[in-house]
């Protein structure tokens, strides 16, 4: 079975601030990992993906997220940090093992606050 | 592209009565998702469609939902009879992609079920 943890609910940062939002994920296969964001009253916007390749991932927004197989994390960093980077933070997982290697397993999310 | 659109944006009836709720994927996209997000339970994936047809529907919480596709681009999702419970927003995505692609989600129904 696969699954995703964010530890954390909440993360405060000031602007300028560099952001980190941690994820770690556990899987039977390779992972599928995925960073979806959510705005107040909106549905969620995909933000970067590791499906193969270079572990240093870039996506939108100056978002980036390193996969690291070992410790079985996949955390969202952004070096400086806006005000408008304000949201609910979802990381997401496919297992590649098995048929139901559609499933996105969704984390519990975190929410930032990036304060000016 | 409009992206994924879902109607209506709220919904709050009265307990016992049937909710119907209504998606339109992305023109092209062969699956199409629906999910439930909740505080408790975060995001559950409820049943999911490959070209029309339900490929996937172990998530559906009770026999009161049902969830159909008539055509490439309409999709509804039923609840009859709603209860207090099922309140929470639902939300459709599609993907042009079973695995390796990105979800397009729609901006969600909010559901309040009294």
């Known amino acids: 079975a696969q699954s995703v943890a964010q530890p954390e609910d909440q993360v405060n940062v000031a602007e300028g601030n560099p952001l980190t939002v941690k994820c770690t994920y556990s899987v039977s296969g390779n992972p599928y990992l995925f960073w979806y964001v959510q705005y107040p009253n909106r549905g969620l916007q995909f933000l970067l993906k590791?499906?193969?390749?270079?572990?240093l991932v870039k996506g939108s927004y100056g978002f980036e997220a390193e996969f690291n197989k070992s410790q079985t994390s996949f955390h969202l960093k952004k070096p400086s940090a806006l005000v408008s980077d304000s949201a609910l933070y979802f990381c997401?997982?496919?297992?590649?093992?098995?048929?139901?290697?559609?499933?996105?397993?969704f984390g519990a999310g975190t929410t930032v606050t990036v304060r000016a | 592209d409009a992206g994924v659109i879902q109607s209506p944006r709220h919904e709050v009836t009265e307990m016992g009565q049937e909710v119907t709720l209504r998606c339109k994927p992305i023109s092209g996209h062969d699956y199409l998702f629906w999910y439930r997000q909740t505080m408790m339970r975060g995001l559950e994936l409820l049943i999911y469609?490959?070209?029309?047809?339900?490929?996937?529907d172990s998530g559906m919480p009770e026999d009161r939902f049902s969830a159909k596709m008539p055509n490439a681009s309409f999709s509804t999702l039923k609840i009859q009879p709603s209860e207090p419970r099922d309140s929470a927003v639902y939300f459709c995505?599609?993907?042009?992609?079973?695995?390796?692609?990105?979800?397009?989600f729609g901006s969600g129904t909010q559901l309040s079920v009294l």
């Open positions: 997401a997982v496919r297992d590649l093992e098995g048929s139901n290697d559609y499933k996105l397993s």
């Open positions: 590791y499906i193969t390749g270079d572990n």
């Open positions: 995505a599609s993907s042009p992609d079973r695995v390796r692609e990105k979800l397009f």
């Open positions: 469609f490959n070209n029309n047809v339900p490929i996937d």
